[in-house]
């Protein structure tokens, strides 16, 4: 079995460490960087798995990584981690392209577990092909791919928004509670207050609104949370 590699980018050592070592204790290679320069190279050069991310980094902070990141690589997950609590760094964090967003402090237990999730949902996500694609008013979405298209033309849907546009798309209308669709696309339970899935739908809105205009295929489930139906000439929330 392959060892994955986590790149964790954080300027507080203690907490870097502590990472490393119950990574490394859960079967995980670790490289480690305290700045975000540091971090950027370490992983152009190794090519991680997955990187764990502090915001508040010397260099370059990890809004600019993660953009940065994102340019090269629209696959690997990124967990960012903060002790800023606020609404607007988590949303504004997940909408340039963090899978996750976690709050310092946090359990090296829960933080081990969201890490073996978030790897696992990739893994699988790469061996999905056998499911097949789903076809629906113009638009494919191919595990195989892990990208949905229209017209032939790739969506440019990230591989987080894609899970969850799979999860919605494979209750064939059923509509799913917020906290079912986390559990589905991330791999674990949602935290009271997490608006992560409201963020992800609003992005998956948008890109498929402009690849196809008349169809609106993610509706909002009023009292429930959301449902996969396409449906022309009816807004999506």
């Known amino acids: 079995m392959t060892t994955h590699t986590v790149l964790i980018v954080e300027d507080d050592a203690a907490i870097s460490d502590s990472l490393a070592y119950h990574l490394s204790r859960a079967g ?31 260099q ?9 990141v994102r340019s090269d690589d629209p696959d690997v997950p990124v967990i960012m981690c903060s002790a800023r609590t606020s609404e607007h760094d988590r949303v504004h964090g997940l909408d340039i392209g963090a899978d996750d967003y976690v709050t310092k402090p946090f359990s090296m237990k829960e933080m081990v577990a969201r890490v073996s999730a978030h790897l696992r949902r990739r893994d699988k996500a790469r061996a ?27 969506v440019g849907l990230t591989p987080r928004e894609f899970q969850v546009l799979l999860v919605l798309a494979k209750a064939a209308g059923k509509p799913l509670a917020r906290n079912k669709i986390y559990r589905e696309a991330w791999g674990y339970e949602m935290m009271a207050g997490d608006r992560s899935v409201d963020v992800f739908v609003r992005k998956l809105r948008q890109k498929l609104r402009a690849a196809i205009p008349d169809v609106a295929f993610v509706i909002t489930h009023y009292g429930v949370g959301y449902r996969f139906e396409p449906t022309h000439g009816t807004p999506q929330d």
Do not use: K, N
């Not at 480690?32 to 764990?52: K, M, N, S, W, Y």
């Not at 370059?60 to 940065?68: A, I, L, P, S």
């Open 28 to 58: 995980y290679r670790t490289l480690q960087a305290a700045d975000g320069g540091t971090g950027l190279r370490l992983f152009r050069r190794e090519r991680p798995d997955l990187v764990i991310l502090d915001l508040m980094l010397p």
């Open 128 to 154: 999905r092909g056998a499911e097949g694609p789903i076809e629906a008013e113009g638009l494919t979405i191919d595990p195989d791919q892990v990208q949905a298209f229209a017209g032939g033309q790739s």
């Open 60 to 68: 370059m902070d990890g809004w600019r990584f993660t953009e940065e």
